[in-house]
């Protein structure tokens, strides 16, 4: 109730009804002391028949749909609804008709308004007011026939007077509200349109010239459809119906602007019903979106082209992989052959220029199969299917059962998650993780090897910590690069493509893969693997 009476005092101070204006009006009533004089004369009355008075207008409300539900709108009990009106008809006739009762007045006004009641009901209830405050009048003058009538028209006048301030604030709340509402209509970044039902034009909001080029005012009385562009495949008629039948459409529709050329239009179409769920008007709103449109295209373009390429650059590493094997495999065959063949014949720099042949093609051959598991990663499409990570690593375990063995190496885990993916490609990514961490060991300290992995948004988030020998941080990100290789080739044989096709498995499996580490401290690497529809299980690894 603060928060109502502060609202009837700024709404008396825009609406200018001051002190003066109450009086001149009251004057223009007629309303003046003798009146006041008779009204008070009624109160002992109308005290005792105030009660009977609220309970019969109360009684009379319920039975309607609108004020009843307007009662109930308002979150006050009965008794409390009828103790209202109980002090409003005491207000009548309490003699002190001054600027607080003007305000207490218009309070009522906006409480009809905010309870969404007609000014119709509060009007017609003046009536119940006439009934209680003419009987108390009559019973007061006592047989004095000048008396009663006086009496009568001084409760013409408050009451003339209760409805007049009543109305005027439930009035300008509603021009308020309106005003809101133009406010905020004209300061949408979107072009709004109002139609009829046959979609011409009412009310253009402001924004549709910056867009459309059309002012406003000449765009009242035109049928929408001037809007629309022959570029469209659909016409603008059959958008129309759609919105017509559904109550509503959006998506995108080709515009022409008032200077000829086109432009895409976000538009969205909503139907305005009555009461009685019938199409009124509909509400029209659209923006520009062409340079968005034009940023998709040459963004699906670009992608396009970068896939062609890839698969392009896929295709020609495996051809070029698998056509150089054979003639390696030649030139290792006949250098072998040639060394046990004339072994007697030929010097040591002879023999030992063979075995650097032999060995250089065996490298490369190495170095090609590399790049064959590279390539397969990306040519082959990745089947999908659940999987347990806890058999991931144990079988990627068990394929590094020799290497964990050498090391002394101790592998634990967490429970580990059931997740979609490609079995040979994540025990591929385990294995690779997991070797590295064996191969690059601290000499000073037995190695030891945790797997983790907890649920972040739609992924699950896995980690590799190790205690070995770490890495820089000026080499995170070369690590991943093929061919890069940080350590000596001499104390840590490779060919750099390890990382590289972790990479590439986690990418294709919708997630990212980082390290963090200190030298000489171990390492941490962390990959992510996509998981959109949240459906995980977890199981603990054995």
Not at 197 to 202: K, L, P
């Amino acid at each position: 109730m603060e928060n109502l009476s502060e609202l009837t005092k700024a709404m008396a101070d825009d609406m200018r009804v001051d002190a003066k204006g109450f009086a001149r009006y009251k004057t223009y009533l007629g309303l003046d002391d003798d009146d006041a004089k008779r009204l008070r004369a009624l109160i002992p009355e109308v005290s005792s028949t105030c009660r009977d008075f609220a309970e019969t207008l109360c009684a009379e409300l319920l039975q309607f749909d609108e004020t009843r539900g307007a009662m109930e709108q308002s979150h006050k009990s009965l008794e409390r609804i009828e103790q209202n009106y109980r002090e409003q008809i005491l207000a009548l006739v309490s003699g002190h008709y001054d600027y607080d009762f003007k305000l207490a007045r218009m309070q009522n006004g906006i409480g009809h308004h905010q309870n969404c009641l007609e000014p119709k009901w509060f009007i017609g209830a003046y009536r119940h007011y006439f009934d209680c405050l003419s009987r108390a009048a009559l019973k007061t003058a006592d047989g004095d026939t000048t008396l009663f009538v006086d009496t009568l028209d001084s409760i013409c006048k408050i009451i003339l007077l209760d409805i007049a301030l009543g109305t005027r604030a439930y009035v300008h709340v509603h021009e308020e509200k309106l005003r809101l509402f133009a406010k905020v209509f004209e300061s949408d970044l979107e072009a709004v349109l109002i139609t009829d039902t046959a979609g011409n034009i009412i009310h253009a909001s402001h924004m549709v010239l910056a867009i459309s080029g059309y002012p406003a005012a000449a765009l009242t009385g035109c049928n929408v459809e001037l809007l629309h562009s022959e570029r469209n495949d659909q016409a603008f008629a059959a958008v129309w119906s759609q919105a017509a039948e559904k109550g509503a459409w959006r998506g995108r529709h080709w515009h022409r602007h008032a200077i000829g050329h086109d432009y895409l239009a976000s538009m969205s179409i909503a139907a305005v019903k009555d009461e009685r769920g019938r199409v009124t008007h509909y509400v029209v709103e659209y923006s520009d979106e062409t340079e968005t449109w034009e940023a998709e295209r040459a963004l699906k373009r670009r992608t396009d082209e970068l896939a062609y390429s890839n698969r392009e650059l896929e295709q020609f590493a495996y051809v070029a992989s698998h056509d150089l094997q054979e003639p390696l495999r030649m030139v290792a065959s006949y250098a072998q052959l040639l060394a046990r063949r004339y072994k007697d014949k030929l010097d040591k720099d002879a023999h030992e220029f063979i075995g650097f042949a032999v060995d250089g093609a065996t490298r490369m051959q190495s170095l090609i199969n590399d790049l064959l598991k590279l390539s397969r990663v990306g040519r082959q499409a990745r089947s999908s299917a659940p999987i347990s990570c806890a058999k991931i690593l144990r079988d990627t375990l068990s394929n590094l059962e020799l290497a964990i063995q050498e090391s002394a190496a101790v592998v634990t885990s967490d429970p580990l998650p059931t997740i979609n993916g490609d079995e040979i490609l994540l025990i591929q990514l385990f294995q690779n993780l997991i070797g590295n961490a064996i191969k690059f060991r601290a000499a000073d300290r037995p190695v030891q090897i945790h797997v983790g992995a907890r649920h972040i948004d739609d992924a699950w988030e896995f980690s590799i910590r190790d205690n070995g020998m770490g890495i820089a941080p000026e080499h995170f990100d070369r690590i991943f690069v093929i061919f890069q290789q940080i350590q000596s080739k001499s104390e840590h044989p490779g060919n750099g493509i390890g990382l590289a096709l972790c990479k590439k498995i986690v990418e294709q499996h919708g997630g990212k893969i980082w390290v963090v580490s200190r030298l000489g401290e171990g390492a941490t690497f962390f990959f992510t693997i996509a998981d959109p529809e949240n459906s995980v299980k977890k199981e603990t690894a054995q």
